[in-house]
C-alpha cells in the first residue's frame, strides 16, 4: 500500500486555508496512486490553537470543517486522516479532544482521540483535552493501523530513561496486532530534537516489530517553529522514507517494500538558520504584514537579524535603520551600510544626537547633583525605539528586535529601548551560537562583514564601552546561562563542571534572577533550544532566591 506524508504549514484558525492545503495535497497523493494520506496533529485547525478551545463556536467549525473534507474527497480513491480538534463529552468537564479522524470516501471509520496529554515546557494540554481512554485498531483494505497522536508515542520506557506517564498507549494497541504504527505529529524544533525524534520512533519500530510512519507539521506559530522532518522507518528502525526540514511537502512511500536510506544529514547552525528564517517569515506574514523594520547598529546581532529577515520576507520588504548618537563610531555606521548592501536591503540614517540633548537638557533641573549612568544610556535605547515604532506605524512594518538569549538572560537590554519590537528573532540564541552562525552564513560569501564579527561586542552607549566592561567574556557566560537556564543545574554544578569560581557564577544567577520582569515584558522569542524564554519558561517576578 502506498502512503503518503502530507507535511502542511496550518495556521491557528484559518479554517479555508488549511483546508485547501489538505484538499490539494489528497489531490496530488492520488494522482500518484497513494491509498492513504497522512496529515499532521490538528492541520485542521491549527497548532497550537490554545484557548481558542475553550470557544464552542470555534469547536463547531472544527467538525464542520471534518464535514467538508469529508465531503471534498469523497470521489478521491485515498483515504484521509488527519488531525483536529473536537468537542469533549459534557463529563470530561474538558473542553475538546485532540482527535484523529479517518476519512474514506466521505465516510468516517475512525475518531481516535489522543490519550497522552503534555503539561510541560510550552505544552499545556490537559488544560484543554479530555485524554482518550482506550485506544482501537483500525483496518483500510485489510491492512490493520495503530493511529497516535504525538505525545502518544514518547513513552517508550525501552528509550527514555524517565517515563513521564504511567501507560504507554502502543502496548495497548500492540494486543490488538496491527500491521503498522502511524503517527500524527506537531513537534516543535529545538537543537538536536530531530536525531532525538528518529532514535525514539526508531527504538519503537524494533521493538513492536512494525514499521513506523510520522507525519509531522511544519512552519511558525508565534514562539514555537516545526520542523517538518515526517518519518517512515521499517520494521527494524532503519529510515526508509522522509519529509524535507523547514519545508512543507509531500513524501508517498510503501512502508512494507521501501529499502533504508541515510538519515538526512543535520548540521546545528544550519538549521538554526532555517528555523530562524521560516518562524519570522510566518510570524510577519500570519500576523497580517509584510515588511519589517531593524535598527542596525553596526553589531553582530542586527546584522544577523536583518540577514534572516531578508531571507524570511526579501530584501524589498526590509529596511535597515541607522540611529547614530554621540558615542556610535564612524565604523559602525560603515559597517552598517556595508551590510545592507550585501544583504541588498534598504538602510536610511537618522542622528539622535540632537534628541538626545534635547532629553538631557529637559532633565537637567530634576538630575542636577547626579553623575551620569545608565539612565543616560538608556535614554539613547529609548529613542531609538520611539523612532522605529514611528515607522512602523506610518509603514505598517513590524520591527524585530535584535537582543541575543545572554543579553535577556542578564538583562543588558533595555525596556522600551531595544527590546521594543514584535519579535525577537534571536532571543534564544546566546552570543557565541550568534557568532557561530554568522561565521556558518559567511562560508562561501561575505554576508556579515568580517568588521563586524570581528569587533569587540559593545553597545556604544558611552564613550569606549565594551560588553567586558559589565560581564564575563561570551565565552565564559553562555556556559553558565545554557547550564542555569536551560538545564537548571545550580551554581555549584556549574562552577564544578565548568572550573569557574563559585562567585561569578554566583553573580550570573542573581542578575538571571533579578531580570525576570524585563523578560515577562519581551516580545515572543522564536524557540530553538529546549528551554527559552517564554511560555515554555515561568517563574514568579516578585521572589527572593538564595544563590
Request: hydrophobic share 45%.
Amino acid at each position: 500500500m502506498k502512503i503518503a506524508l502530507a507535511q502542511i504549514n496550518p495556521t491557528v484558525g484559518d479554517f479555508t486555508g488549511n483546508l485547501e492545503k489538505i484538499i490539494a495535497s489528497s489531490r496530488r497523493a492520488a494522482a500518484s496512486g497513494a491509498r492513504l494520506i497522512v496529515f499532521s496533529e490538528l492541520a485542521i485547525c491549527g497548532y497550537p490553537p490554545a484557548d481558542f478551545l475553550e470557544k464552542p463556536s470555534f469547536l463547531a467549525r472544527c467538525r464542520a470543517a471534518v464535514d467538508e473534507l469529508a465531503e471534498a474527497t469523497r470521489a478521491l480513491p485515498t483515504a484521509v486522516l488527519a488531525g483536529v480538534a473536537l468537542p469533549a463529552p459534557s463529563e470530561t468537564g474538558k473542553p475538546a479532544v485532540n482527535a484523529a479522524v479517518l476519512l474514506d470516501a466521505g465516510r468516517v471509520l475512525l475518531e481516535q482521540h489522543k490519550r497522552l496529554l503534555p503539561f510541560y515546557d510550552v505544552f499545556d494540554e490537559q488544560r484543554y483535552f479530555a485524554a482518550a481512554r482506550s485506544q482501537q485498531v483500525v483496518e483500510l483494505d485489510g491492512l490493520r493501523l495503530a493511529i497516535t497522536i504525538c505525545e502518544d508515542a514518547w513513552n517508550d520506557k525501552n528509550f527514555w530513561p524517565r517515563r513521564l506517564y504511567r501507560i504507554d498507549p502502543m502496548e495497548e494497541l500492540m494486543e490488538q496486532r496491527p500491521s503498522l504504527h502511524i503517527n500524527l505529529s506537531s513537534s516543535p524544533f529545538w537543537h538536536s530534537k530531530r536525531a532525538t525524534r528518529r532514535k525514539m520512533l526508531a527504538s519503537i519500530a524494533r521493538r513492536d516489530g512494525i514499521p513506523v510512519l510520522m507525519c509531522n507539521q511544519v512552519g511558525g506559530n508565534d514562539s514555537l517553529i516545526f520542523d517538518g522532518s515526517s518519518l517512515a522507518l521499517n520494521a527494524r528502525g532503519d529510515v526508509i522514507a522522509q519529509g524535507a526540514s523547514f519545508a512543507e511537502d509531500l513524501v508517498i512511500v510503501d512502508p512494507f517494500a521501501e529499502p533504508a536510506v541515510a538519515p538526512a544529514a543535520e548540521e546545528d547552525d544550519a538549521a538554526a538558520w532555517q528555523a530562524l528564517v521560516l518562524g519570522t517569515r510566518d510570524y510577519v506574514r500570519k500576523c497580517g504584514f509584510k515588511k519589517a523594520l531593524v535598527g542596525l547598529s553596526g553589531g553582530i546581532d542586527s546584522a544577523l537579524v536583518a540577514a534572516i529577515a531578508r531571507d524570511a520576507l526579501g530584501a524589498e520588504n526590509v529596511l535597515g535603520i541607522g540611529m547614530p548618537s554621540p558615542y556610535s563610531s564612524a565604523g559602525s555606521i560603515d559597517d552598517s551600510r556595508k551590510l545592507a548592501a550585501n544583504l541588498g536591503i534598504r538602510f536610511e540614517l537618522i542622528g539622535i544626537s540632537g534628541l538626545f540633548a534635547e532629553f538631557t537638557h529637559a532633565l537637567e533641573p530634576l538630575f542636577a547633583g547626579t553623575r551620569p549612568d545608565t539612565t543616560e544610556e538608556n535614554i539613547q535605547s529609548r529613542i531609538r525605539g520611539d523612532l522605529l515604532m514611528a515607522l512602523s506605524n506610518k509603514f505598517s512594518a513590524l520591527v524585530l528586535t535584535t537582543g541575543n538569549k545572554s543579553e535577556m538572560a542578564v538583562g543588558y537590554c533595555t525596556l522600551y529601548g531595544d527590546m521594543v519590537g514584535a519579535l525577537a528573532v534571536i532571543g534564544d540564541l546566546v552570543k557565541t551560537r550568534v557568532y557561530s552562525v554568522c561565521r556558518w552564513l559567511n562560508r562561501e560569501t561575505e554576508v556579515i562583514p568580517w568588521a563586524i564579527l570581528e569587533k569587540p561586542p559593545s553597545a556604544e552607549l558611552r564613550p569606549d564601552q565594551k560588553d567586558t566592561d559589565s560581564l564575563p567574556p561570551y565565552e565564559v557566560l553562555d556556559p553558565i546561562l545554557e547550564a542555569y537556564v536551560e538545564r537548571y543545574e545550580t551554581p555549584e554544578q556549574i562552577a564544578a563542571a565548568n572550573g569557574f569560581a563559585l562567585d561569578l557564577v554566583q553573580q550570573v544567577v542573581r542578575l538571571v534572577e533579578r531580570s525576570e520582569y524585563k523578560r515577562q515584558q519581551a516580545a515572543p522569542v522564536l524557540k530553538v533550544t529546549s528551554k527559552s524564554f517564554g511560555m515554555g519558561r515561568r517563574f514568579p517576578i516578585a521572589v527572593k532566591v538564595q544563590v
